[in-house]
């Protein structure tokens, strides 16, 4: 019997250490969100920040800001036929040009490169022919490395 009192005596305990404990977290929520309520009601609001200008008179243009598609009563659209690279523009908004006349300028700097490698390419193969002909002639040289420098020459003179 004497268990049974200590049991009940030790549940109780707890039970009342339970609600001590609940009670204090609960009253220390109330009284924090209180205290936060208290500073935040207590705060003044900031200044408000105003800037200033001095007004001075200016004509003024009525206009309308609108999204929209302008067409051209009479305009051209412009290709090309090749790519590459604008060097120069040669004509202005809305001038007139004359038929014929060279709108735009295409960087052409490596075709000329290019031109001046072939040309370079179809000289040495019309020396290299010379030079077979030359040694057939001799009938030194055979008709393949004839028909071969013929052919190389033949394929540069075109590449130019």
């Keep these: 019997m004497f268990k049974r009192i200590l049991r009940i005596f030790i549940i109780v305990l707890v039970l009342a250490v339970l609600v001590v404990v609940v009670g204090g977290i609960v009253g220390f929520n109330f009284l924090r969100d209180n205290g936060i ?15 200033t200008t001095i007004a001075k008179p200016s004509t003024w243009t009525p206009g309308v ?6 067409k051209a009563v009479r305009g051209v659209d412009l290709t090309v ?7 120069d523009i040669l004509f202005h908004a809305n001038q007139k040009v ?7 300028q295409l960087d052409d700097a490596v075709e000329r490169a290019d031109l001046d490698a072939q040309k370079a390419q179809a000289a040495l193969d019309q020396t290299s022919l010379a ?3 030359e040694l057939t002639r001799r009938g030194v040289g ?6 071969t420098a013929r052919a190389s020459a033949s394929a ?3 590449q130019v």
């Design 37 to 51: 309520k208290q500073y935040f009601a207590s705060m003044k609001p900031p200044a408000a920040t105003v800037s």
């Design 65 to 70: 800001e609108a999204i929209g598609t302008v």
């Design 81 to 87: 036929e090749t790519t590459g690279i604008v060097k």
């Design 98 to 104: 004359a038929d014929n006349a060279v709108l735009l």
């Design 131 to 133: 030079r077979a002909i």
């Design 142 to 147: 055979s008709d393949s490395t004839l028909d």
């Design 156 to 158: 540069s003179a075109s």
